[in-house]
């Protein structure tokens, strides 16, 4: 049972455009929500991360939206760069078994044409 | 600044072999994670640790065993390798507070014939 779901599994954009990746999530306990991004051969590395009291979250370029009534999150990139080719990972993190337990997606790669 | 540190990177095994991949953190975290990534499948938790002395299981611990001794290291064994461990194990650390994210090394690509 795949909790966290992103169903696009690559996505191409011009250099300069948005960059929209999406996650859908089934369990209601999950209360924060992370990205990661991951470039070939090297670990994820932490995005930008939302709370589920609250609905957006900026940092720059990168902005998380999150929908609690879809269960639906979504990572805008604005402008899109060629360095933003990787592959992004959504996560969502509950409390379970007296830790935070957290379940990733399989991920979307993004590829930004120059 | 390490942060996360796996050892070895690559590792070829056959089948039935044994070992013990190494993961090391200085940033005093109290958790500390195993995932195995396989394409299509995303990351998935094979074992973890709350903190020293401590372990529990993950999604996928069959055929896995872990151990943190001290706090900054967490150990992944094998001990009898099979073709299906085939994958990259990645290890992660975090602050045991809410929302915290975790910080990842680089990987071991392990590859079992």
């Known amino acids: 049972d795949q909790q966290v779901k992103q169903n696009s599994p690559s996505l191409s954009v011009q250099e300069g455009r948005i960059s929209i990746l999406n996650c859908d999530y089934t369990?209601?306990?999950?209360?924060?929500f992370l990205w990661y991004k991951k470039y070939p051969a090297e670990g994820p590395t932490f995005l930008i991360s939302i709370s589920s009291i609250k609905d957006k979250n900026e940092d720059g370029r990168f902005t998380v939206f999150l929908n609690k009534s879809a269960k639906h999150l979504s990572l805008h990139i604005v402008p899109s760069q060629p360095g933003d080719s990787a592959v992004y990972f959504c996560?969502?993190?509950?409390?379970?078994?007296?830790?935070?337990?957290?379940?990733f997606g399989t991920g979307t790669k993004l590829q930004v044409i120059p | 600044n390490a942060g996360v540190t796996q050892t070895p990177k690559f590792r070829v095994l056959k089948t039935g072999q044994s070992m013990t991949l190494l993961c090391a953190q200085d940033?005093?975290?109290?958790?500390m994670y195993w995932y195995r990534q396989d394409p299509g499948m995303g990351l998935r938790l094979i074992h973890y640790?709350?903190?020293?002395?401590?372990?529990a299981k993950g999604e996928v611990p069959d055929g896995y065993n872990v151990s943190r001794l001290k706090k900054q290291n967490f150990l992944l064994g094998l001990e009898s390798a099979a073709p299906s461990q085939t994958s990259v194990y990645f290890c992660?650390?975090?602050?045991?507070?809410?929302?915290?994210?975790?910080?990842f090394g680089d990987g071991t690509r392990l590859s079992i014939l």
């Open positions: 940033m005093n975290h109290e958790y």
């Open positions: 992660a650390s975090s602050h045991q507070d809410r929302g915290q994210p975790q910080h």
């Open positions: 369990n209601s306990m999950f209360d924060y």
């Open positions: 640790s709350v903190g020293e002395g401590t372990t």
């Open positions: 996560a969502a993190s509950a409390r379970s078994g007296g830790y935070q337990k957290v379940t």
